[in-house]
């Protein structure tokens, strides 16, 4: 663990004294997680699903306790029955949803309607119940996003952008990421958060150009290699090494060019969003993840899970976690032993769980 710094001055007399400085601690081991995950697969089948929200208590708060800022872990501190609850009701309206679109398309086009006009409540509630019940040193985190802003965010802002010929998304996810952050606190302590719009259109762009730059070297490879395979005298009863390996090259290919592409982009918005945000006095934030070692992270978790059919997923899930804790540094400043831990209303999962069985994503970078 990387050594805590201690102010010999009092928070009085050094207003933005450092106290710690260094990168996040992640302690979590594959051996250990593999467990939890497999008791978590089992139960969750032989109880229907019921036992999902125990899972999902489970895993929280494994990862959680297992990441530390100047050796204080996180703390997620919601209860399994707040999740089933949530889970249930969630379930229910799905369904409703789904039959009534089944058996009644008008109204169930009217209903699809106003779900996308109840994404926003969605995503603010779910993103307050997230954060109220995530705890660092005692102290809780808040969410204090509004409807309006939520549905210019992630409503209009990308339907605005299909008849700009999606010139206009790196603007519209910028916006996206803006308010999913800048409305975060910490205590009685907001949160600062200055993106850049170029930042984005650069991403995008880059991602362009090594998206192109992958499709010609994939049609290159495809090309040569079927080339190569119709010089062979190949037929059904004399298959050679490269008949069976060939298609086996090209998913490793095409997964190769997909987590390439994903990990460009990430890498880029998540550096520049750590890098763009702090607490005033109390926490400023540094993030260096580098595409390629975030690339073949991803491309090699990607090939072990298909080749273990699903075995090495907690190895994968670890193994990514334990990266990007690498990649964030945090600095602590005085003002964090004066924050105060602000009384809130107690939220409810429902919307979360909402979002999970819609397919919504408001996960934070």
């Not at 398309?105 to 509630?125: H, S, T």
């Not at 975030?294 to 273990?308: D, E, H, K, P, Q």
């Not at 190895?315 to 003002?335: D, F, N, P, Q, S």
Request: glycine share 6%; charged share 10%.
């Amino acid at each position: 663990m990387e050594p805590t710094i201690h102010s010999t001055e009092s928070p009085t007399t050094a207003t933005n004294s450092t106290i710690f400085q260094g990168r996040v601690q992640f302690g979590g081991q594959a051996g250990e997680f593999f467990g939890i995950w497999t008791v978590n697969i089992l139960l969750s089948i032989l109880t229907l699903g019921i036992y999902s929200a125990w899972a999902k208590v489970r895993t929280y708060r494994y990862f959680y306790s297992n990441t530390r800022i100047d050796g204080h872990s996180f703390d997620y501190l919601a209860t399994p029955i707040q999740i089933l609850k949530g889970r249930i009701l969630a379930v229910v309206v799905f369904v409703i949803y789904s039959l009534v679109v089944q058996l009644l398309p008008l109204i169930g086009l009217l209903f699809a309607l106003g779900f996308l006009f109840a994404m926003p409540w969605i995503i603010n509630q779910g993103l307050r119940f997230n954060m109220r019940m995530t705890r660092h040193r005692n102290v809780r985190f808040a969410f204090a996003g509004n409807y309006g802003d939520a549905l210019i965010n992630f409503v209009l802002l990308p339907i605005a952008s299909v008849f700009t010929l999606y010139l206009l998304l790196p603007y519209a996810l910028k916006r996206m990421d803006q308010y999913l952050h800048e409305n975060i606190s910490y205590g009685n302590q907001a949160i600062n958060v200055n993106l850049k719009g170029e930042t984005y259109y650069m991403a995008a762009l880059i991602t362009i150009g090594v998206a192109i730059a992958g499709l010609v070297i994939f049609g290159i490879f495809v090309g040569i290699s079927g080339v190569a395979m119709g010089l062979g005298n190949i037929d059904s009863d004399n298959l050679n090494v490269s008949t069976i390996l060939f298609p086996v090259l090209i998913i490793a290919f095409y997964i190769a060019f997909l987590t390439l592409i994903s990990a460009v982009y990430q890498s880029i918005i998540r550096n520049h969003i750590f890098n763009s945000s702090e607490f005033d006095n109390v926490a400023s934030f540094k993030s260096d993840l580098k595409a390629v070692d975030y690339g073949i992270l991803l491309f090699t978790n990607a090939l072990a899970i298909i080749f273990s059919l699903g075995m090495a997923y907690p190895w994968a899930k670890i193994r990514k976690a334990r990266l990007l804790a690498k990649a964030t540094e945090v600095t602590v400043y005085t003002g964090a032993l004066a924050i105060i831990d602000t009384a809130q209303q107690q939220q409810s999962s429902f919307a979360e769980e909402a979002a999970n069985v819609f397919d919504i994503d408001i996960s934070l970078t």
